[in-house]
């Protein structure tokens, strides 16, 4: 079993910055896929961005430029650096694992922005 716990989240300004961390259970050297989704109020949720070993790094258009995803393989953590955060992204966000085509989810860490 698999276990992904996020933390880092919180109550910010528009144009500020958060880190969000989630530590894994199992060597994320080891996991080809990992990426952060959110789900804000009333919305689906949706992909943030992801990382995989071989094919590097991916972002949603909305936050390309201002949130950058890695990964630290000797601590298994990924990690989300948020800056220039707007009300928008006001969210939960997830951390998920992709193990033999199995998805894992952390419980999710809140996200506010205020305006």
């Known amino acids: 079993q698999v276990q992904l716990v996020e933390s880092g989240g919180g109550l910010v300004q528009a144009g500020g910055s958060l880190r969000l961390s989630c530590a894994a259970s199992?060597?994320?050297?080891?996991?080809?896929?990992m990426g952060w989704y959110r789900r804000a109020p009333g919305k689906q949720r949706e992909l943030v961005a992801a990382?995989?070993?071989?094919?590097?790094?991916n972002y949603a258009d909305s936050v390309k430029g201002r949130f950058t995803i890695s990964r630290n393989y000797a601590e298994n953590t990924m990690y989300l650096q948020m800056n220039s955060l707007k009300p928008e992204d006001t969210a939960v966000y997830y951390c998920?694992?992709?193990?033999?085509?199995?998805?894992?989810w952390g419980q999710g860490t809140q996200v506010t922005v205020s305006s």
């Open positions: 998920n694992a992709r193990i033999n085509n199995f998805d894992y």
């Open positions: 199992i060597n994320t050297f080891s996991i080809n896929y």
């Open positions: 990382s995989t070993i071989r094919t590097s790094t």
